[in-house]
Nanobody, 124 residues
């Protein structure tokens, strides 16, 4: 089975940077679409960024475009999320998701595999 494990979260000040990592094992990882979602406490989960391993297309939500960058390392079977100019609104549980062909890249219900998540907190 595909397993995903995130790391790199923490508490930072507004304007700081963090890099999240998601290491995958099992499955046909190279063919998966990989995405990052986040969920603030008490709110619904939202799409943050995604990367197609076949088309090499990167997708970003409007709220993070220009500040976040998603990338991959096929040797390490990892996907990363570089987060710059962090804002308090970026606070939440960041989870890595994967699917061979999600029906909608923006929809969390379209993904089959999930990591447990890593917490990001941004103070003002």
């Amino acid at each position: 089975q595909v397993q995903l494990v995130e790391s790199g979260g923490g508490l930072v000040q507004a304007g700081d940077s963090l890099e999240l990592s998601c290491v995958a094992s099992g499955g046909t990882y190279g063919m998966f679409y990989m995405a990052w979602f986040r969920q603030p406490p008490g709110k619904e989960r939202e799409f943050v960024a995604g990367l197609s391993w076949t088309d090499m297309n990167a997708d970003y939500s409007d709220s993070v475009a220009g500040r976040f960058t998603i990338s991959r390392d096929n040797v390490k079977n990892a996907v990363y999320l570089q987060m710059n100019s962090l804002k308090p609104g970026d606070t939440g549980l960041y989870s890595c998701a994967a699917d061979i062909a999600p029906g909608s890249r923006w929809d969390s219900t379209a993904y089959k595999y999930w990591g447990p998540g890593t917490q990001v907190a941004v103070s003002s």
